[in-house]
């Protein structure tokens, strides 16, 4: 079945690290992958999207390319900020037709210090 | 924009008692997503509605959860009788139901049943 795997947290950092979240995925068909980031107390606000293989999606110093060859979207930032620390989800579309339902992955908690 | 709004965003209760879980999603969109997030279980999905029809529900824990969606612009969660176990945060999406399209979250309603 669709499903999404990604690196288990917690990822800690220093302020001005380079990141990287990896996600993969299994999915029949052509999905659409999300990266969602969710700081404490909030809920889930969509961080980036990529929509079909090579895209790139990038958001606030943030980007994912949706590589095909490999089933991964993995997440990447050339410098954290303390203000970064969130849940970071990777999901994808079910690409089943009729459907809106979103595949989540478990979530990587991402800790930036000073 | 306003985005999905929930009520409560707090709700503590005793067990036994029924809770009512209330959301608005965002205007024009035809898609409707309750989930449940905990520190065990992660994110789940309970149901999913399209055009106020609910699709998908195989996520619902047990009968005393209950969902309705009266028309497009509202849509609740109820759970009757509460228990400890249903202690958890429950989030409300919406999506604009086009295949692929990203979810988007209210701040969900922090629940704890004494």
């Known amino acids: 079945g669709n499903s999404v795997t990604q690196m288990e947290g917690p990822v800690t950092l220093s302020e001005e690290a380079f990141l990287t979240i990896n996600c993969t995925y299994t999915a029949t068909g052509y999905p659409s992958l999300f990266w969602y980031v969710q700081y404490p107390g909030e809920g889930l606000q969509l961080l980036l999207k990529a929509t079909k293989a090579d895209d790139k999606g990038s958001n606030k110093g943030f980007e994912a390319t949706y590589r095909k060859e490999t089933t991964s979207f993995h997440l990447e930032k050339g410098s954290v900020q303390v203000s970064d620390s969130a849940v970071y989800f990777c999901?994808?579309?079910?690409?089943?037709?009729?459907?809106?339902?979103?595949?989540f992955g478990t979530g990587t908690r991402l800790q930036v210090f000073p | 924009d306003a985005g999905v709004i929930q009520s409560p965003r707090h709700e503590v209760t005793e067990m036994g008692q029924e809770v009512t879980l209330r959301c608005k999603p965002i205007?024009?969109?035809?898609?409707l997503f309750w989930y449940r997030q905990t520190m065990m279980r992660g994110l789940e999905l309970l149901i999913y509605f399209n055009n106020n029809v609910p699709i998908d529900d195989s996520g619902m824990p047990e009968d005393r959860f209950s969902a309705k969606m009266p028309n497009a612009s509202f849509s609740t969660l109820k759970i009757q009788p509460s228990e400890p176990r249903d202690s958890a945060v429950y989030f409300c999406a919406s999506c604009a139901g086009q295949g692929g399209q990203p979810q988007h979250f209210g701040d969900g309603t922090r629940l704890s049943i004494l």
């Open positions: 999901a994808l579309s079910d690409p089943r037709r009729n459907t809106d339902k979103l595949i």
């Open positions: 205007s024009g969109h035809n898609s």
